[in-house]
């Protein structure tokens, strides 16, 4: 049972480069969500998705797009990458958009120089 | 503006000790408050607790809610080098906010 699966694990990308940050999941969520994770400062939002076809902004959305695929997939892009974007990502999936208990994937270790 | 304080926000203990974390809160809309521990990677669910002076409990580790008092604590007895970890609260309000986390380290 693989539960939230992130793609890559590590990424190293120079100032002014995009990429995309990859995950999906295989419990049948319909809600899921991107957070940066920074020393001191928890886990911030950037982005969610309540059902397929939706998407809304959380807390640090700035600099970031994302696209809700289908049901089981939810990418994260940064187009041009900065040092302040340097974080932990982790991708998250619940049953419902209200329902507390999110399902984290290992999460991507993203550094910008 | 939603917010949740944990404290310490580092711990060190030997084997066999008894630790509490700490985590306040103000949000509004209160529904739940949840622990979670995160380990080299994704953070675990641990506990959700909904109503106050419910004690939830599985195995060495407990967790009480206090609405009146706006926190909730989290307790570990006879700890183990695998209880080291980052302990995470959230609260879920209109939206689920988490706080900065506790490391705990046990030594052997």
């Known amino acids: 049972n693989a539960g939230v699966t992130q793609t890559p694990k590590f990424q190293v990308l120079k100032t002014g480069q995009s990429m995309t940050l990859q995950c999906a999941q295989d419990?049948?969520?319909?809600?899921m969500y991107w957070y940066r994770q920074d020393p001191g400062m928890g886990l911030r939002l950037i982005y969610y998705s309540a059902s397929e076809g939706t998407t809304d902004k959380g807390e640090v959305p700035n600099g970031y797009n994302v696209s809700r695929l289908n049901k089981r997939e939810f990418s994260l892009r940064l187009e041009s990458a900065a040092p302040s974007q340097t974080s932990v990502y982790f991708c998250?999936?619940?049953?419902?958009?209200?329902?507390?208990?999110?399902?984290f994937g290992s999460g991507t270790r993203l550094t910008v120089v | 503006e939603d917010k949740v304080v944990q404290s310490p926000l580092s711990l060190v203990v030997h084997e066999g000790d008894t630790v509490t974390l700490n985590c306040s809160y103000e949000v509004t809309n209160f529904r739940s408050l949840l622990w979670y521990k995160q380990e080299k990677k994704a953070p675990t669910f641990l506990f959700m607790l909904t109503s106050s002076g419910i004690e939830k409990k599985s195995g060495r580790l407990s967790s009480i809610l206090d609405k009146k008092e706006l926190f909730s604590i989290l307790n570990i007895t006879a700890t183990q080098t695998g209880d080291s970890a980052i302990y995470l609260c959230?609260?879920?309000?209109?939206?689920?906010?988490f706080g900065a986390g506790t490391i705990l380290r046990v030594k052997s």
């Open positions: 419990m049948n969520h319909n809600s």
């Open positions: 998250a999936s619940s049953e419902a958009l209200f329902q507390t208990e999110r399902t």
């Open positions: 959230a609260v879920f309000g209109n939206k689920l906010v």
